[in-house]
């Protein structure tokens, strides 16, 4: 049976209507980076059975699924509904018809935050320095440290020379203990905008006694004013509590309970989930390191910055509850100010969250009824001609590095790559996730007689076991990677001038959101 239709009014309706809601976009992220509405999410049916489950924690929540009109939106209601989501729509003619009926559309990713980081560089003033000013600093040996927000993968492919990675929510709690005298200055930076001015921000908010500055358009601006980024670097702040951590928690919590957070232990948590008809999230915002090695049971590892930074990827429920945890509350704290002032959440700080019982996560593995071969065993099938592999990675990480020979592919459109293999072979599949694998498996064997297994550990185990990996830009082209946004360091062709436009975009998101009027940044 098909998805009741929802138009694209009474879709604009709910939205202003302070209930639960969650708009889901079925398409590739690539493809909906083309067009979609403020408060969708991208939820693409490929890695749907993965991604639905976490971004919506209760399952009857009113939700409507979005596309181009391609038919993805009722295949992933159909989706939603075998998971069982009982309140699933489609918004009658897409993203197409929403313009039509005069309402915005948004290009990009993580719309919400790169609008809200340009709105809170409007209503706070924050103050902010350019490349060739960042420079001419250093040329003249001034006091200064320079932090780039970003998390460390970011920070190794491109940096500020000199700069030291302190990632968003740790700014508050580790700049601190980092500047040695109250007259050094502090410059936030990151790839573009949106993370140097809300680290920028976030330290002014934490009464941070020196002058903090934004570098405008981050390494982005770096690179386009002629400056050269390193490459490889590793600097990081010190591992461990800072010292001053009680210090900077009473700052914080003076910054989350000016915007409406609340605390919570771990008694009224439980309350909180159990409650009908309301969605809670609970989120650890910890280093994904910190919360690999023990966090709350049911928590989701989601770092304090990125989860303001790129909310959309973990939220996408309106009108929800967020819990967030953290061992010392300055992260959680931080991170909880800025959610209420961007989404209205009711948020809450858990505290004593690390105390009492906690939980490991177990090491990912393939669902025990799915075939699978050993790297061992494929290195063999493949010096023989018998196997050929299909990776499932995303597009760029299949660039960084795949198991030769390998053909890339998108699991719900695996008919094309179907036909450029050989039809006496094996197929092996590979993915970073045990389950997209066994997902992909399947999708195989409804397509080809051959069999079909997955590759035990996938790329990461094949590469430990010293064997080849193939690197290769342009495999797949800019224009097949249609599962995710390039950013404008990741395309081939027109790098400086797709820097520019992205900062143009970001800069303009304002008057785009006003325009809108379903944003009420700081207003909820």
């Not at 059975?49 to 596309?67: G, I, S, T």
């Not at 989701?300 to 790129?310: I, Y």
Request: glycine share 10%; net charge neutral; with cysteine.
């Amino acid at each position: 049976m098909a998805a009741p239709r929802v138009a694209p009014a009474t879709l604009k309706a709910w939205l202003r209507d302070g209930g639960e809601l969650a708009i889901l976009d079925a398409r590739e992220e690539g493809e909906f980076s083309t067009g979609h509405l403020f408060w969708a999410v991208s939820c693409p049916l490929s890695v749907a059975e993965l991604r639905a489950p976490v971004l919506l924690p209760r399952r009857d929540v009113r939700v409507v699924c979005a596309d181009a009109g391609e038919g993805h939106a009722d295949r992933l209601a159909t989706v939603l509904n075998g998971i069982g989501c009982p309140k699933v729509h489609v918004l009658e003619g897409g993203v197409r018809a929403w313009a039509a009926a005069g309402f915005e559309l948004f290009t990009g990713v993580n719309v919400p935050s790169k609008a809200f980081g340009e709105w809170v560089e409007h209503h706070y003033g924050t103050p902010s320095v350019d490349a060739a000013e960042l420079h001419a600093l250093q040329a003249a040996a001034t006091d200064m440290v320079v932090v780039d927000s970003r998390p460390l993968p970011e920070f190794r492919n491109m940096s500020i020379p000199g700069a030291i990675n302190v990632p968003g929510a740790e700014l508050a709690y580790r700049v601190p203990s980092l500047v040695k005298r109250p007259d050094t200055l502090v410059v936030v930076n990151c790839a573009g905008r949106t993370r140097s001015i809300l680290g920028a921000e976030s330290l002014r908010q934490a009464e941070l006694p020196n002058r903090v500055v934004a570098l405008r358009n981050g390494t982005m601006g770096w690179e386009l004013a002629g400056f050269r980024c390193n490459r490889g670097k590793e600097d990081r702040y010190p591992a461990g509590t800072p010292r001053d951590a009680e210090a900077s928690l009473s700052r914080a919590r003076r910054f989350s309970t000016r915007h409406g957070a609340k605390v919570i232990d771990r008694d009224g948590l439980q309350r909180l989930r159990a409650e009908a008809g309301r969605t809670t999230y609970l989120f650890d915002v910890r280093d994904p390191s910190e919360y690999a090695a023990g966090h709350p049971p049911g928590a989701r590892s989601a770092p304090g910055g990125q989860l303001v930074q790129a909310t959309d990827l973990w939220v996408a429920v309106r009108h929800a509850r967020i819990v967030l945890a953290d061992d010392t509350g300055t992260r959680a704290h931080m991170t909880a100010g800025w959610l209420r002032q961007l989404g209205g959440w009711e948020v809450f700080v858990l505290e004593g969250a690390m105390e009492g019982k906690l939980e490991i996560p177990p090491p990912p593995a393939l669902p025990p009824a799915t075939p699978r071969v050993t790297v061992a065993e494929l290195d063999g099938l493949l010096r023989e001609n018998r196997a050929s592999v299909v990776d499932l990675s995303r597009s760029l990480a299949f660039r960084a590095g795949h198991i030769p020979g390998a053909v890339w592919g998108i699991r719900t459109r695996l008919r094309g790559v179907v036909a450029r293999l050989p039809s006496d072979r094996q197929i092996v599949v590979v993915a970073p996730d045990p389950s997209l694998a066994a997902l992909g498996v399947a999708e195989l064997r409804g397509l080809v007689p051959m069999p079909v297994a997955a590759l035990e550990g996938g790329t990461a185990a094949w590469a430990a076991a010293g064997l080849p990996l193939d690197a290769d830009r342009n495999d797949p082209p800019d224009e097949a990677c249609v599962d995710t946004w390039l950013r404008p360091y990741d395309r081939n062709h027109g790098v400086e001038q797709a820097m520019r436009a992205y900062l143009s975009w970001e800069v303009d998101l304002v008057r785009q959101i006003e325009r809108d009027g379903d944003a009420k940044f700081g207003a909820w």
